[in-house]
């Protein structure tokens, strides 16, 4: 009961699977055991954002922030920042992010908002900046890990050629382990069986037998599933509660849904999603505004869709105009208003 290390470890355990209060309660522990250590502040930092609980989160990353200065509480105060609004906040963390001397330190960060907001053309900007920076050392998993997240964007808001642009680059310069289980999820989201095809093995090879490992297979056997055959891999999740720890693929089986005419269950995972689900720094959050706003169109709910596309629209005011979903909402929002 006194134990810090396993105050921290179980809490990570039952965020995992979706625990969210608990884990908490756990971290709050742990912070009482030993104030002076700031990974259970972090941690709990971070919960607190997945529940929606920003003004404690804000509370706890300062905490930690005084204890240690990293990149890690910066991205978390920065997420709360750009989530609720909060231009002071912002402001001060983007100071601390134009101070670092080394781009590495800041990079997530800064690649974060950008996605959050659309602006993909500076997250290219800085992913090349990451090439150099961590290249330089000899850090090609971090290299790979941007270029990854680059891709899934990409597929995400449906510009194919330069997410296939980025996987050709992943496929030649890095080891299959290091982006396999991201590569999988991109040829779900591009309808690319071939890929799927390629990557799966990758990603279950590593896999060790416990249950959590098992699942983690389990999931990406669907999700390469969802390229050829959306109906199989529909099944295959149709057990998956909604939890925040399983966010990003409830908003992939909601996308299925779709694709399948199942608009009931696909608007029911996108608006858990938009509601409950990760709260985090990247492009799901208004995709999945682009997505409620799609399924209600193809319902015949006109009025509806119309809102929605202005809520999706209104959400990425600044991003770049020519990104494929950018131009289809506003058409089908100037068809709608007609």
């Known amino acids: 009961p006194n134990d810090y290390t396993a105050h921290v470890n179980l809490a990570v355990l039952l965020k995992g699977e979706g625990e969210l209060d608990d ?3 756990l971290l709050q522990a742990a912070k009482r ?3 002076e250590e700031p990974t259970a502040r972090v941690n709990l930092a971070a919960s607190l954002v997945e529940a929606r609980r920003f003004d404690e989160a804000r509370r706890e990353a300062e905490e930690a922030l005084a204890v240690r200065d ?30 670092r001397d080394d781009v590495r330190e800041s990079l997530f960060v800064r690649w974060g908002v950008a996605t959050y907001r659309g602006r993909l053309r500076e997250a290219e900007a800085l992913v090349a900046q ?16 941007l270029r990854a997240g680059m891709a899934l964007t990409f597929a995400l808001v449906e510009d194919r050629a330069r997410a296939l642009a980025l996987v050709d680059r992943l496929e030649h310069d890095h080891p299959v382990e290091d982006t396999a289980d991201e590569l999988v999820v991109v040829a779900a989201l591009l309808r690319d069986p ?35 055959d959306p109906a199989k891999a529909l099944g295959a999740l149709a057990d ?11 908003l992939i089986r909601g996308l299925l849904a779709l694709r399948l005419g199942r608009h009931d269950e696909a608007l029911r995972d996108f608006e858990w999603f938009r509601d409950h689900g990760r709260n985090d720094l990247g492009p799901n959050a208004a995709a999945c505004r682009f997505l409620i706003a799609q399924v209600l169109d193809r319902a015949g709910r006109a009025a509806e869709a119309r809102a929605a596309y202005a809520d999706f629209l209104e959400f990425w005011k ?21």
Do not use: H, Y
């Open 23 to 25: 884990a908490i309660t």
């Open 33 to 35: 055991l030993s104030p």
């Open 70 to 99: 990293d990149e890690g509480v910066r991205t978390l105060l920065m997420a709360i920042a750009v989530i609720t609004g909060d231009g002071p906040l912002e402001a001060e963390q983007t100071r601390w992010a134009s101070s």
């Open 130 to 145: 990451g090439e150099q920076a961590f290249g330089s050392v000899g850090l090609w998993p971090v290299v790979g890990r």
């Open 194 to 228: 071939a890929l799927a095809r390629r990557w799966l093995p990758a990603t279950l090879k590593p896999r060790s037998t416990s249950l959590e490992d098992r699942r983690v297979a389990s999931l990406l056997t669907a999700l390469a599933d969802a390229a050829s």
């Open 240 to 250: 998956l509660r909604q939890n925040a720890g399983e966010s990003e693929v409830i």
């Open 318 to 338: 600044t991003a770049d105009r020519d990104l494929p979903i950018m131009i289809e909402a506003s058409k089908a929002f100037t068809r709608l208003s007609s």
